[in-house]
C-alpha cells in the first residue's frame, strides 16, 4: 500500500467511530447496557472483604467483566 499502517488504522477507526455514533438508538442501548451491568454488579461485590473469599469474589468480578466485554466485541465482529 500506498500509505502507512498507522494512517490506515487512524481512517479504519474514524469511520468506525462516525458509524458508531451515527445510530443514536444503538449508542442510547449501549451506554443503558453497560450502565446497568455496572450497577447491578456493583450492588453485588459492594463491600467484599479482604480476605481469601472476598479476593476470589472480586476475581469472579473481573473475570465476568473481561468476559462479557470480549463477547460484545465479538458478537460485532460477527452480526
Do not use: P
Amino acid at each position: 500500500y500506498e500509505v502507512s499502517w498507522l494512517t490506515q488504522f487512524r481512517y479504519l477507526f474514524w469511520r468506525s467511530w462516525i458509524s458508531m455514533f451515527r445510530d443514536d438508538n444503538l449508542t442510547r442501548v449501549r451506554f443503558m447496557q453497560a450502565l446497568t451491568l455496572a450497577i447491578v454488579l456493583g450492588l453485588i461485590y459492594l463491600q467484599q472483604t479482604v480476605d481469601q473469599k472476598g479476593i476470589m469474589s472480586l476475581n469472579g468480578a473481573i473475570f465476568l467483566l473481561i468476559t462479557h466485554t470480549s463477547f460484545c466485541n465479538i458478537f460485532a465482529v460477527v452480526t
